[in-house]
């Protein structure tokens, strides 16, 4: 009997969704274990979906989606960014932004190559690293006082000749961390010096906290590359329109890449539901009133939560610059999976473990705050009930 292949065996579990599918067959739990609100995805989306299947987008499409979608995201960047892109050979649409991930991924790798990754971070990247043969490095952020930060030396030091790409995520989930413009200056020079590709997940680029207004976007990496350089964002609906059913989502990169990215598509996907394209169209030109509204909602949640645990002792908070996601350090925790699990049981709270985002995670959890208030608020009550009564 043929076994499945040992590369595949190979790739771990999510340990979010592991905690996930017990909390699921639990009733009454408050869920704060996925990066994801309760919001259903907003009116004006869901009409323009009916709107396109009634219009006739039930056939297939292009590889790399609708041309009108592809000009709508580069028209998003301009305005946003003041980047230009070339919406025929620089963007493809993709089934999700996990779906982009893995795309870019699996064209910037051959098999034993290497990849770095700045971590704590979403271990759906690593696990796509493996799924191309390739092996991963997880290089963790060093926290300095309530903020974390990219430890440039042990970068340099990460380096091997099998090194291809390096993958980051600003903002970041978990950490919310978000790469200043000198980061990205630094993390650009250091692909360039070492002929990598640099891939940026920029997922949650709208949900910012620290730029002037509330609607600007955490600058992309974008700004500061040249269309030459080995640069790949990746990009989704999920997060900024309530989206993360619909799987939908983007991939920038230089023009090979992007063509080979299109092809490829073809014997993955082959692209995203023709439906699902025109609502996102919908939702990047006439999405800004009620992503204010949303912002405003995310960002007082964030608030609330950084006050309800300021005063615990024994925790380390960082502040999070972007995401909608808080990552308290737990003095002395060593099995944050652990942790979750008894948590979930005794308070009917499920957070995601630590452990769940590779090296550097263990010792905290993930609190996602894009919950409505009234789970919000009782969940931050049991959980620093539950820290205070030293669990
Ligand atoms: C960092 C990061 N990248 C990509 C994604 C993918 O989002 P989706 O596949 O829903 O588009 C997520 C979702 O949680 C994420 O947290």
Known sequence: MPSVARSVQNVPHSRIRELAEIAMSMDGVLRLYFGESNLPTPGYIKRAAVRAIEEGYTFYTENAGLPSLRRAIAENYRRLHGVELDPAREIVVTASGVQALNMGIRCALDPDDEAIMLTP???NASSSVMMANATVRHLPHALEGRRYRVDFDALEAAFTPRTRLLIYTSPSNPLGWVATLEDQRKLLDFARRHDLWLLADEVYDRLYWAGERLSDPAPSILRIATRDDAVVVVHSFS?????????LGWLIARADMAAKA?????????????????????ALA?????L??????LKANRDLCLE???GVKGLTLPVPDGAFYLFPRIDGLRDSFGFCLRLLEETRVGLAPGVAFGKGGEGSVRICYAAERSILEPAMDRLTRFLRAGA
């Open 262 to 282: 299109t092809q490829l598509n073809e014997f993955v996907i082959s692209h995203a539901a023709s439906f699902a394209q025109k609502a996102g169209e919908t």
């Open 308 to 310: 309800a645990l300021g």
């Open 292 to 297: 204010a509204v949303m912002l405003e909602r």
């Open 121 to 123: 971070a979403w271990p």
């Open 286 to 290: 006439e999405g800004e009133p009620e």
């Open 239 to 247: 997060k900024s329109y309530c989206m993360t059913g619909w799987r």
